[in-house]
């Protein structure tokens, strides 16, 4: 049950594209479509941006996409906003009724 | 609107015990499974551990497999988590969180409750 690798930080200007990628292995994020990302401000609680791997719960900006190759799962934040600045954590089932985190990444708007 | 309340974190001593609870509302609790995770201080989520709807299943992180206890009490709306042979690396913000209606995903989180372990 090792975390999913994530970039330490990443940054761009209002209105750029940014990915964050998040890579694990065959027993967790390439064994199973069933990858989620959460997106976490500061003191407040994590907030599900994507499931299934690239699914949308209602209320949740079309700016974020996400996708999966392989054992590499992505998420996109595109027209980058200020209100964007976060930690990201990427998710996977992990079998055996585990999930599994990604380290996690922040977010800079610059 | 689908409210997750957690109780029960404090400052105790390494190799004590402590018991969280979380008070849910707004949905149907015993149609759920539901999810602890905890974030120590300026760290990453990890995932802690996971029990069915009924209650009869549990899952557990390796990390507090045969120390933790994950149960719930669908009669009181409340999940518990039941804390042994506390270590400082236990130490953190512990959350509850709901299953995804729909898809495999954490839908509602709560705020957490603080667990510091020290001597």
């Known amino acids: 049950q090792s975390a999913l690798t994530q970039p330490a930080s990443v940054s761009g200007s209002p209105g750029q594209s940014i990915t964050i990628s998040c890579t694990g292995t065959s027993s967790d994020i390439g064994g199973y479509n069933y990858v989620s990302w959460y997106q976490q401000h500061p003191g407040k609680a994590p907030k599900v941006l994507v499931y299934?791997?690239?699914k949308r719960p209602s209320g949740v900006s079309n700016r974020f996409s996400a996708s999966k190759s392989g054992s590499t799962a992505s998420l996109t934040i595109s027209g980058l906003q200020a209100e964007d600045e976060a930690d990201y954590y990427c998710c996977s089932y992990a079998g055996g009724g585990i999930y599994v985190f990604g380290i996690g990444t922040k977010v800079t708007v610059l | 609107e689908v409210q997750l309340v957690e109780s029960g974190g404090t400052l105790v001593q390494p190799g004590g015990s402590l018991r969280l609870s979380c008070a849910a509302s707004?949905?149907?609790?015993?149609?759920?499974?539901m999810h602890w995770v905890r974030q120590a201080p300026g760290k990453g989520l990890e995932y802690v551990a996971a029990?069915?709807?009924?209650?009869?299943?549990?899952h557990y992180a390796s990390s507090v497999q045969g120390r933790f206890t994950i149960s719930r009490d669908n009669s009181k709306n409340t999940l518990y988590l039941q804390m042994d042979s506390l270590r400082a690396e236990d130490t953190a913000l512990y959350y509850c969180?709901?299953?995804?209606?729909?898809?495999?995903?954490?839908?509602?989180w709560g705020q957490g409750t603080l667990v510091t372990v020290s001597s």
């Open positions: 969180a709901r299953d995804g209606i729909t898809g495999w995903h954490l839908d509602y």
């Open positions: 707004g949905f149907t609790f015993s149609s759920l499974p």
């Open positions: 299934d791997v690239n």
């Open positions: 029990i069915l709807s009924n209650g009869d299943v549990t």
